[in-house]
T-cell receptor, first 116, second 112 residues
């Protein structure tokens, strides 16, 4: 148990559906991250929030919409996804966005998403 | 050139041997370096982090950093089958503080 909880663990959705992924951290951290991990590909950073402010959008398509209502919760809203969006979506948190020890990231278990 | 490059692997070592995992990075201003381990079907977990040139030891694990040569390595002594996993190198730079760039990962198999 890393202190970062993601729900749901598995999600199957059609291309016209709208769904949301949820991430909650109980570590008192101030930075939260969304990553995408596809088969045979490296971890891809999608979004970063630091003290509830979005500080990084790594050229992510608008069909992915993040929301960070407070430092403990992070959502990823999904709509009109494509089959190539099927992947493991990982949430992580760190003390804050910065260098050295402040950026040690703790990952949730991930949501395995399948888009049909 | 990728920002962070790792041995393509897979790497296979016998139980009890030393496993050596290497990582090179392109941003000379990088400040902090992390090794994460990811078991199949699981999320990454931090193994070691290192900021200063030289070696840092933690149990069976040793991280080595050489900023002049822009590489960081992870040595696993007395490898165990339970060490079989994918090892991810992550690098943070001055210009992108807080943004970890990950390598592709190296898959290690320790054979009993």
């Amino acid at each position: 148990e890393t202190g970062v909880t993601q729900t749901p663990r598995h999600l199957v959705m059609g291309m016209t559906n709208k769904k949301s992924l949820k991430c909650e951290q109980h570590l008192g951290h101030n930075a939260m991250y969304w990553y995408k991990q596809s088969a045979k590909k490296p971890l891809e950073l999608m979004f970063v929030y630091n003290f509830k402010e979005q500080t990084e959008n790594n050229s992510v398509p608008s069909r992915f919409s993040p929301e960070c209502p407070n430092s403990s919760h992070l959502f990823l809203h999904l709509h009109t996804l494509q089959p190539e969006d099927s992947a493991l979506y990982l949430c992580a948190s760190s003390q804050e966005q910065g260098s050295l020890a402040k950026n040690i990231q703790y990952f949730g278990a991930g949501t395995r998403l399948s888009v049909l | 050139q990728k920002e962070v490059e790792q041995n393509s692997g897979p790497l296979s070592v016998p139980e009890g041997a030393i496993a050596s995992l290497n990582c090179t990075y392109s941003d000379r201003g990088s400040q902090s370096f992390f090794w994460y381990r990811q078991y199949s079907g699981k999320s990454p977990e931090l193994i070691m982090f290192i900021y200063s040139n030289g070696d840092k030891e933690d149990g069976r694990f040793t991280a080595q950093l050489n900023k002049a040569s822009q590489y960081v390595s992870l040595l696993i002594r007395d490898s165990q089958p339970s060490d079989s996993a994918t090892y991810l190198c992550a690098v943070n730079g001055v210009g992108n503080a807080g943004k970890s760039t990950f390598g592709d990962g190296t898959t290690l198999t320790v054979k009993p």
